[in-house]
């Protein structure tokens, strides 16, 4: 489903009227806490049709937080600075074989509001899961992905560290970098993330929900 391809939640319409009144314009934003373990990360909102006091969350977001179907879940609409930097760290070396892995990323990107720090994120393409575990992000550890260009960097992925070193652009840079012993790099993708609605406006009153979540369908 569309849920799945990225990290925005189902609210209830009751959430948007909330939003509105407080002067929160899209696209939005959230912190997400369980609040049985206190893991959280941030997400944006796809739409607003769901039950009320119920959303409705990606599964692997569900499983990054420890959540069943269920759980209660806290809410906080909050503004996250643009991102600068990312660093991911795929899980799969089949990664490695795509062809044009700055378009695939530009296009699968804009199904996330925002990334944080320590988050693994599912990105489907081509009718395949490809994990990603978020390594970096500047300027802060949570950031928004949206109007922005951002540095994308990759350390090898988890299931073959020594292939990904093979795949590395020779270039002095890289060599000095790896005798320093410092991480291994790919070229640095610029992604440009261009999106349809404005910016998050900044606002005095920042909105807390509790929900119970709830898998989607």
Same mark, same amino acid.
């Given at each position: 489903?569309? !849920?799945? =391809?990225?990290?925005?939640?189902? /609210?209830?319409?009751?959430?948007?009227?909330? $939003?509105?009144?407080?002067?929160?314009?899209?696209?939005?934003?959230?912190?997400?806490?369980?609040? =049985?373990?206190? &893991?959280?990360?941030?997400?944006?909102?796809?739409?607003? +049709?769901?039950?009320?006091?119920?959303?409705?969350?990606?599964?692997? /977001? /569900? %499983?990054?937080?420890?959540?069943?179907?269920?759980? !209660?879940?806290? !809410?906080?609409? +909050?503004?996250?600075?643009? *991102?600068?930097?990312? &660093?991911?760290?795929?899980?799969? &070396?089949?990664?490695?074989?795509?062809?044009?892995?700055?378009?695939? $990323?530009?296009?699968?990107?804009? =199904? @996330?509001?925002?990334?944080? +720090?320590?988050?693994?994120?599912?990105?489907? #393409?081509? %009718?395949?899961?490809?994990?990603?575990?978020?390594?970096?992000?500047?300027?802060?550890?949570?950031? =928004?992905?949206?109007?922005?260009?951002?540095?994308?960097?990759?350390?090898?992925?988890?299931?073959?560290?020594?292939? @990904?070193?093979? %795949?590395?652009?020779?270039?002095? #840079?890289?060599? &000095?970098?790896?005798?320093? *012993?410092?991480?291994?790099?790919?070229?640095?993708? +610029?992604?440009?993330?261009?999106?349809?609605?404005?910016?998050? %406006?900044?606002?005095?009153?920042?909105?807390?929900?509790?929900?119970?979540?709830?898998?989607?369908?």
């Amino acid at each position: 489903s569309n !849920l799945e =391809s990225g990290n925005k939640i189902i /609210m209830p319409p009751s959430a948007l009227d909330e $939003l509105l009144y407080a002067g929160v314009e899209y696209p939005m934003l959230f912190e997400i806490r369980n609040s =049985s373990n206190g &893991k959280f990360s941030h997400c944006g909102v796809l739409e607003f +049709t769901a039950e009320e006091g119920k959303i409705f969350v990606p599964s692997w /977001m /569900m %499983k990054n937080m420890q959540l069943e179907d269920g759980n !209660l879940v806290f !809410l906080r609409s +909050t503004t996250l600075a643009k *991102g600068t930097f990312l &660093k991911l760290q795929p899980h799969t &070396k089949d990664f490695l074989d795509l062809s044009n892995i700055k378009a695939m $990323l530009e296009t699968t990107l804009r =199904s @996330f509001s925002c990334v944080t +720090t320590g988050d693994t994120i599912m990105i489907p #393409y081509n %009718k395949k899961e490809y994990y990603f575990d978020v390594i970096e992000t500047k300027p802060s550890n949570a950031i =928004s992905i949206i109007e922005t260009d951002c540095e994308v960097d990759f350390a090898p992925p988890l299931d073959s560290e020594e292939e @990904f070193k093979k %795949k590395l652009p020779s270039t002095s #840079y890289d060599r &000095k970098q790896q005798q320093q *012993g410092c991480d291994y790099f790919f070229n640095l993708l +610029t992604l440009t993330f261009s999106f349809l609605h404005e910016s998050v %406006k900044f606002h005095d009153r920042l909105l807390t929900f509790d929900y119970v979540v709830h898998f989607s369908s």
